[in-house]
């Protein structure tokens, strides 16, 4: 069974900082995701990566896939109160579609 | 494009009785759809995988006669909670497949079983 461990579980910081989530695993996938969800609606996709080391770019969102393709991280620079929610980063085992979700890291940005 | 609708929105049921939600994908095609649960604070926890024509594939520890789902056609999907009990009290989401990697979730179906 897949696991995906993300660190910190919560993270409380002020307007304008920067921040690192991780997301970690002992297994290889085949792409990883992440989303943000706020309370009470569906997690909405910010990205997927599929290569080992790729970094992809969302505005202030950094995206970058671990070479062995085991982890991800996300960096977000200048977090404002409207990056508040809960992030999720979720894994394809290899030769599949069926994503695993990791344990969420809660963000909230004060102003 | 690539939106899925999640029907209803929030249930209040009593325990014993059986709670349909439906999951459509509106302006494309899904012969995948996903089955999700979430607890208070916590992550998705990927219940079964709903094939178009077939029967749905259930993860180890979920019921398949407790989640009955249904993929009768490429646009909906549903989820029927057989006798509900209170702990079946949860949030629900579906999600849906269009093209290798893109996936749109619903707004998902916050269940109460008093």
């Known amino acids: 069974t897949q696991l995906l461990e993300q660190s910190p579980q919560f993270l409380s910081i002020q307007e304008g900082e920067n921040l690192t989530v991780y997301c970690n695993s002992s297994s290889v996938f085949s792409s990883l995701q992440w989303y943000r969800q706020e309370p009470g609606e569906g997690p909405v996709l910010l990205v997927t990566v599929v290569t080992g080391g790729e970094v992809k770019k969302l505005k202030r969102l950094t995206f970058q896939f ?20 809960l992030y999720l980063c979720a894994g394809a085992a290899l030769g599949t579609y ?13 102003a | 494009g690539a939106v899925v609708s999640q029907h209803p929105s929030r ?19 899904a012969t995948t759809m996903f089955w999700y649960r979430q607890f208070p604070k916590k992550s998705l926890m ?35 909670v057989t006798s509900a009990h209170p702990e079946d009290s949860s949030f629900y989401i579906c999600s849906a497949s269009w093209g290798d990697y893109g996936y749109t979730f619903g707004s998902g179906t916050r269940l109460t079983v008093v």
């Open chain 2, 11 to 29: 249930v209040i049921c009593k325990s014993g009785t059986s709670v349909k939600i439906e999951c459509r994908s509106l302006d494309f095609q």
């Open chain 1, 98 to 110: 069926k994503y695993i979700f990791g344990t969420g890291t809660r963000l909230k940005v004060l």
């Open chain 2, 46 to 80: 990927l219940m079964a995988t709903s094939n178009e024509g077939s029967k749905a594939t259930y993860e180890q520890g979920v019921e398949k006669d407790k989640f009955l789902i249904n993929h009768a056609s490429l646009t909906l999907s549903t989820l029927t």
């Open chain 1, 66 to 85: 671990g070479d062995a393709r085991k982890d991800s991280s996300l960096h977000i620079t200048a977090a404002q109160p409207g990056d508040t929610g």
